[in-house]
C-alpha cells in the first residue's frame, strides 16, 4: 500500500508539472508522458483490488494490463522520444523505435492471453507458464530500458562534446546529473526484475508502479538539463 500510494502521488504530480511546463501540451514526449503517468495509477488501483479483495474477475484483470501497457510503453516511449536530442543517427533512433514495438507484441500480448486463459479456465497447468512469463516480461522491459538509458548516456558523452567545450564545468556537471539519473533508472529497473523473480506478487504490484512513477521523475529532470544545457 505504501508504494501503491506514492506511486499514485509521484504520477500525479508529474501530470501537474508536464501540464505546467509545456505550454504547447502536443507531441510525442507530452502524451507518452501523460499516458505513462496515468498508467501508473490505473494499474495500482486495479492491481491492488485484484490482489487485497482478492477479485480475480476479467474485468480488474483487463484494468491491470491496460494500466501496466500504457505504464511501461508509455515510459518506453518516452525516453525514444528525447533521444534526438543526443543522436544525431536516424537509423538508431528508428531501430529503437523498433525494438518498443517488438518487445510489446512479444512480451505485453501473450502474458495477457495466459492470465485470461487461467482465470477463465482455471486449469492449474497455466500457472506455471505464466510465472513465468511475468518473469520473461520484467526481464525484458529491464533489458529494453537498459539499451535505451546506454544509448542517451553514450550518446550525450559522445555527441555533445562540442557544447560541452563551450559550456565548459556547467557542461560538465550536466553530463554527470544525467548520467547518474539514468544509472538510477537502470538499477530500480534491475530491482523490478528481482522482485519478480522472487515471486513477492503482493509487494510487486505497488513496487513496480513505484520504480516506474520514480523512473518517470528522473525522466523529466534528465529531460530539463538536457535543454538547458543544448539551449
Same mark, same amino acid.
Not at 505550454?23 to 503517468?37: I, P
Not at 491491470?64 to 528525447?82: D, E, H, K, N, P
Not at 525484458?140 to 555527441?159: H, M
Given at each position: ?18 501540464? &505546467?511546463?509545456?505550454?504547447?501540451? #502536443? ?21 491492488i483490488i485484484y490482489v487485497y479483495l482478492k477479485d480475480p474477475s476479467i474485468g480488474w484483470s483487463v484494468g491491470i494490463f491496460i494500466g501496466l ?7 518506453? &516511449? ?5 533521444? #534526438?536530442?543526443?543522436?544525431? +543517427? ?17 512480451? #505485453? ?13 482455471? +486449469?492449474?497447468?497455466?500457472? #506455471? ?36 567545450? &563551450? ?65
Amino acid at each position: 500500500i505504501v508504494f501503491a500510494s506514492i506511486a499514485c502521488y509521484n504520477s500525479l504530480e508529474i501530470i501537474f508539472w508536464i501540464f &505546467v511546463t509545456f505550454k504547447n501540451r #502536443h507531441g510525442l514526449y507530452f502524451w507518452s508522458m501523460q499516458f505513462a503517468a496515468w498508467g501508473t495509477i490505473v494499474n495500482v488501483a486495479f492491481g491492488i483490488i485484484y490482489v487485497y479483495l482478492k477479485d480475480p474477475s476479467i474485468g480488474w484483470s483487463v484494468g491491470i494490463f491496460i494500466g501496466l501497457w500504457a505504464m511501461t510503453t508509455g515510459q518506453a &516511449v518516452a525516453l525514444y522520444s528525447r533521444l #534526438h536530442l543526443v543522436v544525431i +543517427d536516424s537509423r538508431k533512433i528508428r531501430w529503437v523505435l523498433y525494438m518498443i514495438i517488438a518487445t510489446f507484441l512479444v512480451l #505485453h500480448i501473450p502474458v495477457m492471453a495466459l492470465f485470461y486463459a487461467l482465470i477463465t479456465r482455471g +486449469d492449474p497447468r497455466l500457472y #506455471h507458464p505464466e510465472q513465468v512469463y511475468i518473469k520473461l516480461v520484467a526481464t525484458g522491459l529491464s533489458v529494453q530500458e537498459f539499451i535505451i538509458c546506454g544509448i542517451y548516456i553514450y550518446e550525450a558523452v559522445c555527441g555533445l562534446k562540442p557544447v560541452l567545450a &563551450v559550456k565548459g564545468r556547467a557542461g560538465r556537471q550536466v553530463i554527470l546529473n544525467l548520467i547518474i539519473a539514468n544509472g538510477i533508472v537502470v538499477i530500480v529497473n534491475a530491482t523490478v526484475m528481482m522482485v519478480a523473480f522472487a515471486k513477492f506478487r503482493t509487494i510487486a504490484v505497488g513496487y513496480t508502479a513505484f520504480c516506474y512513477s520514480l523512473n518517470l521523475k528522473l525522466e523529466f529532470y534528465a529531460l530539463n538539463k538536457l535543454l538547458n544545457l543544448v539551449q
